[in-house]
């Protein structure tokens, strides 16, 4: 029996990092599949992507509407409600995290009165063609395309052949869900949906690090990455690490504190599309 208990101790942590690898490689598989169907939509769409979504803006009628070139776009909350988007070009799409396409094998389902139930890959805010910056999204509301904030090119999709670094700039990342199964379709480094999620310690809508402390990263190219969240931006004078605590204090708390995280690790930050109409971040 000793020797029993001796062998399960030395062969526990092996099978946990080997099915670990497992999941990491199916959600990768999965983020390619994702990156397929961005292209072939950029390739119907004169090389412009869908845009990420996000704040709903004026109408020429003075209504306050959703835009409808999201990269998901739902009719309704619950399953079988997509009516655009990328998903005529990608359908496998379920409630179930080991059959999801588009979630991690580590998602949980979603609830029925959530839009596009289980899914937890977000799309980076910042890849369309323009961005008044999250000082102005951050607070909410119906802004964008009134008279006073008309957010030049927030509702327009990025061209492909204008972003000057493809492949170091995220298009996808795994975020953490609301404990119903919910996320946001765009997010970033600068805005969380509150503290508790469906996986701690990370705020949901936030990166998530659920693959031995690293998350997987699909980017602009195609290409997909594994990376800790830290080294997706880097400290180039902007000060971003003091801009993630003025605008999502949530997640600053947690890298800090749990992660022990105090600055950028990467050679470039990955988040911003260097384009002329994005104010980053």
């Known amino acids: 029996m000793a020797i029993i208990a001796i062998l399960v101790a ?3 942590p092996a099978l946990h990092e080997a099915r670990g690898a497992a999941i990491r490689t199916k959600c990768q598989a999965n983020l390619q599949q994702i990156g397929c169907a961005f292209g072939m939509y950029a390739a119907d769409f004169d090389d412009t992507l869908p845009t ?3 704040r709903k803006e004026f ?4 209504s306050c509407e959703s835009p409808e070139n999201g990269w998901v776009q739902s009719a309704a909350p619950g399953q079988n409600k997509d009516i655009g ?3 005529p070009y990608v359908r496998s799409r379920t409630n179930n995290p080991t059959t999801n396409l588009w979630s991690c094998t580590y998602a ?3 609830k029925d009165h959530v839009f596009s139930p289980g899914q937890n890959y977000v799309m980076n805010d910042y890849v369309r063609m323009g961005h008044p910056g999250q000082a102005v999204t951050s607070p909410g509301a119906c802004k964008c395309g009134s008279a ?3 957010c030049a090119g927030y509702f327009d999709g990025a061209s492909m052949g204008g972003l000057p670094n493809p492949s170091q700039l995220i298009l996808i990342y795994e975020a953490a869900q609301r404990k119903d199964g919910w996320v946001d379709r765009n997010g970033s480094l600068y805005f969380s949906e509150g503290a508790a999620s469906a996986h701690p310690p990370m705020p949901a809508n936030s990166p998530t690090v659920y693959h031995l402390g690293r998350s997987n990263w699909l980017f602009v190219d195609g290409h997909v990455k594994t990376l800790r969240i830290e080294e997706t931006w880097c ?3 902007r000060g971003q690490m003091q801009n993630i605590s003025y605008y999502n204090t949530d997640l600053a708390e947690v890298l800090v504190k749990r992660l022990k995280v105090t600055n950028g690790g990467g050679q470039v930050d990955m988040w911003d599309p260097q384009l002329p109409g994005v104010v980053y971040p």
Do not use: N, Y
């Not at 109408?59 to 003075?62: I, V």
């Open 10 to 12: 030395i062969l526990t």
């Open 108 to 110: 949980i389902p979603g």
């Open 59 to 62: 109408t020429t009628s003075g």
């Open 148 to 150: 006073t904030m008309p």
């Open 85 to 87: 988007g990328i998903f």
């Open 235 to 237: 400290e180039d004078g």
């Open 52 to 54: 990420p979504g996000g």
